[in-house]
């Protein structure tokens, strides 16, 4: 029986998303380790932008502060983690590679609403951090066969 490749789709989107996760890792990782300047920095700029009297930049600036927690940064790098490693599973074609990186987006996004609170922003923000998730997911369906999700003979070879 022949081997069966991941597809372009599959790899590019997983690479694509390793190298955000890879960023995303080594900034959370920055910011537990000065968090207290990050904090001042944050404080500075919440009172220049309380003296500017824009309520947008204010509402957005008070978001940040709140969210400049080592907790909230301990959950979202595990959150990272979780993917970054779910993400080489996939790339080594096992299913729970596939279980376990979108059980951890769906939580992530859950997480972000409930810290940072639903408005048209967050929600923006929620749609397009779903787009790539949503891609990947378009071709592991595309090839589930491979993962072990469907008969062999029905898989629908795309590429993209």
């Known amino acids: 029986m022949k081997e069966k490749k991941l597809g372009g789709g599959i790899l590019t989107c997983s690479i ?3 190298i955000l996760s890879v960023g995303g890792i080594y900034s959370l990782i920055d910011n537990l380790l000065h968090l207290e300047e990050k904090r001042q920095v944050l404080i500075e700029g919440q009172k220049a932008v309380a003296q ?3 309520t947008f930049f204010k509402s957005a600036a008070d978001t940040a502060l709140a ?3 080592t907790l909230n940064f301990s959950i979202s790098l ?3 983690i979780i993917i970054f490693i779910s993400l080489i599973l996939i790339l080594f074609k096992k299913k729970v590679g596939v279980y376990s990186c979108f059980i951890a987006i769906l939580l992530r996004s859950i997480y972000s609403v409930i810290v940072g609170g639903f408005s048209i922003l967050s929600l923006i923000g929620l749609l397009m951090s779903l787009i790539l998730p949503g891609l990947l997911g378009l071709f592991i369906y ?3 066969s491979i ?3 469907a008969n062999p003979d029905e898989d629908q070879a795309i590429d993209a």
């Open 67 to 69: 969210q400049a927690t």
């Open 52 to 54: 500017s009297g824009s």
């Open 78 to 80: 595990v959150f990272s």
């Open 142 to 144: 595309k090839r589930r």
């Open 16 to 18: 694509i998303y390793i």
């Open 147 to 149: 993962f072990g999700f």
